[in-house]
């Protein structure tokens, strides 16, 4: 029984010429080898390793181009497109691009790769014999990553988002870490495949890290104390915001929490460009 099928990489022999490249054989099956895939010249008779997978009319061929990305074996490959109504799709270092399917994507079309993210991901042959990509389970995780030490506490990270959770999203950093990102330490969803950077604000003892996207406290401070402050010269006037504004009322205006609004106040009073009185806040340039 013929071994060929899509998504391995195997020995076969060249069999034959043919106009347009060679035909290769496992003795049971032959399968054609385009002359655009060949990367030297080949004789009958000889033994040749190449990666098979299926051309656009869904035959099997062959190319001399080897991915790392093949049934049984993980690695990274770059969204190049995004059907809203499919999936994505990946290269995965030969010239046909490899469709993830919808059904191995977020339920939400905004948690979806966008191209030029990365996904950690295999081939599997669907029910129809087609050769699709899969994203990477927890399970393949599992076997990649490498435990942290305390020294990362307070360290600069990146990584890639592989996993979306109801809380967060879990990322595998450029070093092998293993990290979970809160949704109240980032700014709007995350998605998958995406390429992020953030500082671990905890190291758990199996080794895992805690990751945030926001800046450091004085770093916030300096944006948040900025939006206050360009808010009042856009008013041209007092704003009835201060030290006892209602905490809803603040993060309905300025989308941020009572404790950093008052942060932010007391730096800009401290540079002497706003001052309070009644309940208001005015710019120090307004006082007579």
């Keep these: 029984m013929s071994k060929l099928q899509a998504g391995i990489i195997i ?8 106009p347009f490249g060679y035909f290769l054989t496992d003795g049971e099956q032959d399968v054609l080898l385009h002359e655009t895939e060949m990367e030297r010249g080949l004789a ?48 995965i270092g030969i010239k046909k691009d490899m469709l993830v399917s919808m059904d191995d994507l977020p339920d939400e079309f905004e ?9 950690y991901c295999t081939l ?24 942290a030490s305390e020294s990362w506490f307070n360290q600069e990270v990146s990584g890639t988002v592989y996993r979306l959770v109801m809380t967060g999203s879990f990322v595998i950093t450029r070093e092998g870490l293993k990290g979970f990102i809160h949704e109240s ?12 950077s953030g500082r671990v604000i905890g190291v758990k003892e199996d080794g895992t890290i805690n990751v945030s996207l926001l800046p450091r406290n004085h770093e ?8 206050i402050y360009t808010y009042l010269q856009g008013r041209k006037g007092p704003m009835p915001y201060g030290d006892h504004t209602h905490p809803d009322d603040i993060q309905a205006k300025f989308n941020m929490s009572k404790g950093a609004f008052k942060r932010a106040l007391g730096r800009l009073m401290k540079e002497k460009k706003v001052y309070q009185k009644d309940g208001w806040t005015h ?6």
């Design 44 to 91: 009958e008779g000889e033994t040749v390793e190449v990666f098979i997978y299926q051309d656009k009319k869904g035959r099997l061929a062959a190319t001399m181009t080897l991915p790392e990305v093949v049934i049984g074996s993980y690695d990274w490959a770059t969204v190049v497109e995004v059907k809203n109504h499919l999936g994505v799709f990946v290269d």
């Design 185 to 196: 330490e980032q700014k709007g969803k995350s998605r998958l495949g995406q390429k992020v």
């Design 11 to 18: 020995e076969l022999e060249v069999i034959r010429e043919a």
């Design 220 to 227: 916030r401070m300096g944006d948040d104390a900025q939006k």
């Design 124 to 147: 599997k042959v669907d029910k129809k014999a087609g050769l699709l990509g899969r994203p990477a389970t927890e399970d393949q995780i599992e076997e990649i990553w490498q435990p």
């Design 283 to 288: 710019l120090n340039s307004e006082r007579e």
């Design 111 to 119: 948690n979806w790769p966008q191209i030029g993210d990365e996904m």
